[in-house]
């Protein structure tokens, strides 16, 4: 079956009480990874930046981050994390994180990437940003998995390309559209990973709230994803 994750990102807003609940409905309603976002709000955003306060609001110390990877454990949900610098990389392999997630807006860092790359472990990564023909060289001994991506939130339909796109020369789709119609037209299309992101109320303030799934739409994406493949297998 195709491999969900619940990108829960920063709309936890900061509260680890949300977070938790974000975690148990992402298990609860058959996601796969509860996904976080890793970063210093300080080296990405400058201050006139429109969502700073909110990012800054929802970054995660390193204290919190073990929490939350302790939560997934406990709830049997695997961790995962997009890491933005040198110093989150570390505490995730400390933490033992499973595989890595490169965000579209870290696909040209190649200090990190190269030490992500090091670990040997499984990396997806997404190409919301990338702007040349072929994919990116990534040296590593680990599995590698691209995303087709469109960096704009929310992406509309207009903007999404599905039939120029090659879902198995792509292993998936990180999906910003609003509802999950996108998402099971790429699993259709022979997309193995969804990547979507994951909120208890889509009214919540923040940036991803409301092009974000519901425990609702995430429960739909699952019982489509396996009706999906069952038609599939039986083609």
Same mark, same amino acid.
């Given at each position: 079956?195709?491999?969900?994750?619940? *990108?829960?990102?920063?709309? #936890?807003?900061?509260? @680890?009480?949300?977070?938790?609940?974000?975690?148990?409905?992402?298990?609860?309603?058959?996601?796969? &990874?509860?996904?976080?976002?890793?970063?210093?709000?300080? $080296?990405?955003?400058?201050?006139?930046? /429109?969502?700073?306060?909110?990012?800054?609001?929802?970054?995660?110390?390193?204290?919190?981050?073990?929490? +939350?990877?302790?939560?997934?454990?406990?709830?049997?949900?695997?961790?995962?994390? %997009?890491?933005?610098?040198?110093?989150?990389?570390?505490?995730? /392999?400390?933490?033992?994180?499973?595989?890595?997630? &490169?965000? %579209? =807006?870290?696909?040209?860092?190649? /200090?990190?990437?190269?030490?992500?790359?090091?670990?040997?472990?499984?990396? &997806?990564?997404?190409?919301? @940003?990338? $702007?040349?023909?072929?994919?990116?060289?990534? /040296?590593?001994?680990?599995?590698?998995?691209?995303?087709?991506?469109?960096?704009?939130?929310?992406?509309?339909?207009?903007?999404?390309?599905? +039939?120029?796109?090659?879902?198995?020369?792509?292993?998936?789709?990180?999906? #910003?559209?609003?509802?999950? *119609?996108? %998402?099971?037209?790429?699993?259709? =299309?022979?997309?193995?990973?969804?990547?979507?992101?994951?909120?208890?109320?889509?009214?919540?303030?923040?940036?991803? #709230? %409301?092009?974000?799934?519901?425990?609702?739409?995430? $429960?739909?994406?699952?019982?489509?994803?396996?009706?999906? *493949?069952?038609?599939? #297998?039986?083609?």
């Amino acid at each position: 079956m195709a491999l969900i994750i619940a *990108e829960i990102g920063q709309n #936890h807003n900061g509260n @680890m009480d949300i977070a938790k609940k974000l975690i148990h409905a992402a298990k609860a309603n058959g996601a796969d &990874i509860a996904k976080f976002q890793l970063y210093d709000v300080d $080296k990405i955003f400058t201050p006139d930046f /429109e969502w700073y306060k909110e990012g800054k609001e929802a970054q995660l110390t390193k204290e919190q981050v073990f929490y +939350l990877v302790s939560q997934c454990k406990k709830t049997r949900i695997e961790f995962m994390a %997009s890491v933005f610098d040198l110093e989150r990389f570390i505490w995730t /392999e400390e933490s033992g994180m499973k595989r890595y997630k &490169i965000a %579209s =807006r870290s696909i040209y860092n190649r /200090e990190l990437i190269n030490a992500i790359a090091s670990t040997g472990k499984d990396i &997806i990564a997404s190409l919301g @940003m990338w $702007k040349e023909k072929d994919f990116p060289k990534i /040296e590593t001994s680990g599995k590698i998995d691209f995303l087709y991506c469109v960096a704009k939130y929310p992406t509309l339909p207009d903007d999404l390309n599905f +039939l120029d796109i090659n879902f198995n020369k792509y292993s998936g789709f990180s999906d #910003h559209t609003i509802g999950v *119609e996108a %998402s099971l037209v790429a699993l259709a =299309r022979g997309a193995k990973i969804i990547e979507k992101h994951f909120t208890l109320d889509k009214t919540m303030h923040g940036p991803d #709230h %409301s092009g974000s799934m519901t425990p609702d739409e995430l $429960k739909i994406l699952i019982d489509y994803t396996k009706k999906i *493949e069952n038609i599939l #297998h039986h083609t």
